[in-house]
């Protein structure tokens, strides 16, 4: 049975009533959840990171809430680098891995607490290397926050993780269930690419947009978006990005 996955990134939630870049990204959150879930009913909602900007406990509650009470579905969340793991796990944010007919989902923790960087050592590839293996599925779809390939844009490249080649490798050659794709935020844009010719698939935010390929930080104009991802019987892995209008 094929399964449809909501994807939705960088929400920078703040305490209600502040803004964030002149933005209100509680409620981009809540616009992206009333369209997209007014296009269809997935079967997990998959948050890849920066899910708060700033508040403490209460704002991942902020967050757990909204989610939640808009669609009751298994829910997988993975930090970036502006979140604090312990406040995540504080607010009851759900992080180990789905399982969804034949299909494995699995996150990997790039982040540290509040460090631009991607922090993926050897421990962490060796952590993700077993926790793949130890999935029950047939397939297999990786969830983080920081890119895993460069995007042309200096300013967040200097971010992304390093030699992600080698790490996506282990996962594809490796045991474990048969590696399908990845997703990704933390570039506030969408981006298709692909890497041995499997999907790398990186969404836009839900709060606002970077200005693709900038050179330094640059904001973009368009609006907060989502993705959604079918997940094929076959292994196959289907997407689209979706813009609130």
Not at 105 to 127: M, W, Y
Not at 154 to 171: A, F, H, Q, S, V
Request: aromatic share 6%; with cysteine.
């Amino acid at each position: 049975m094929q399964q449809t996955l909501l994807h939705i990134t960088d929400c920078h939630l703040t305490p209600a009533g502040e803004q964030l870049q002149n933005v209100d990204t509680n409620a981009g959150l809540g616009r992206v959840l009333q369209q997209a879930l007014a296009e269809a009913q997935p079967d997990a909602i998959i948050a890849t990171g920066d899910l708060v900007h700033s508040g403490g406990v209460e704002v991942y509650q902020q967050f757990l809430a909204a989610v939640s009470s808009a669609w009751d579905a298994p829910l997988l969340c993975v930090p970036g680098n502006h979140d604090f793991l312990q406040q995540m796990l504080a607010a009851g944010l759900p992080m180990e891995p789905l399982q969804l007919d034949d299909w494995s989902i699995v996150g990997l923790d790039s982040h540290g607490d509040d460090v631009p960087k991607a922090q993926v050592d050897d421990k962490r590839r060796q952590d993700l290397q077993q926790r793949w293996q130890q999935q029950p599925g047939r397939h297999g779809l990786l969830a983080t926050h920081h890119p895993l390939l460069s995007i042309g844009a200096p300013w967040l490249d200097k971010d992304r993780i390093e030699d992600p080649e080698t790490l996506l490798d282990g996962l594809m050659d490796g045991p474990g269930p048969d590696y399908a794709g990845a997703i990704f935020g933390h570039a506030h844009q969408e981006i298709n690419a692909h890497y041995r010719g499997v999907p790398l698939f990186g969404t836009p935010a839900t709060a606002f947009q970077f200005q693709p390929r900038s050179q330094v930080f640059s904001m973009g104009s368009l609006t907060p978006g989502y993705r959604w991802l079918t997940l094929g019987d076959d292994g196959s892995v289907t997407s689209e990005v979706r813009w609130v209008h």
